[in-house]
């Protein structure tokens, strides 16, 4: 068996920068999505399309935009399914260091200091503030040497400002991983979004990461905070949400088409992870801006 290198992003700014931004109009088909980390500091803003959120333990499903802070070595799946017409993505990546080792340690730094510390499990900006920033961080793309630092300081320092946010990954579980972990996760997340629809067995999982099925029971749950059961069935409710937001079919064809074959046992799920009914779900969709 080949051994598989840790999928550790490395990130490299344009040369004479210390901060790398990248913005394209255009989902790249073959730039797919993986679980990846990176010491560095991500600022996401999509300003439409649509796409899974899968950020430490947490899964969930956007639509027309988001905003997000992931902080240091936080694993997360790149999120983007598809860009609208005239959409695009902007990341912004940074060292927390990038201005020296206590820059952010003086006293006039302190919120955005805690803003970083929030962001070691995940934020997601409401839409106050993705319309109050979104075209200041479109414009660090433009910009350049200090003008680019100062421009970043301002939408960190109205991050760190807003309360117009959650945490995305707060339930208490910290998400660690050594880097040959994640190689070994990023191949367990790949096989089951490529097989969710259809049923994968404990066996032909422990089989694919060539661990005995208790073994691979204990490690998937200490290093996900999950069973393997949990997390295949939450990726599943999180599809069905895509397709009860995109599609017109019925709720019972979507429950089989993610990979359900009781229909109760459908609604169960999708109730304890939402906190709705599937129909109910539909319903607001159309109220909601996400």
Known sequence: MKKRKPVLEKISPTFGSS???????AYVGESKPYWHFHPEIELVYINKGNGKRHIGN????????QLLLLGSNLPHYGFVDRLTLNGS???VQFRPDFLGIDFFNIQEMTDISYLFERSKKGVLFGKKTKEK??????GLASTSGIEKILLLLEVLNELAKSDDYKVLNADGFVFEIEPQDNAKINMIYKHISENFQKQISLNEMSEKVSMSIPAFCRYFKKVTGKTFTK???????VHATKLLSESQMSITDISFECGFNNFSHFNKLFKEFTGKSASKYRKELKHLVQ
């Open 89 to 91: 993505e902007t990341v």
């Open 19 to 25: 901060i790398h931004v990248h913005k394209h109009g």
């Open 133 to 138: 920033l979104g075209s200041k961080i479109e």
């Open 231 to 237: 997390l295949v069935n939450e990726y599943r409710i």
């Open 58 to 65: 947490h899964l969930s499903y956007y639509n027309n935009s």
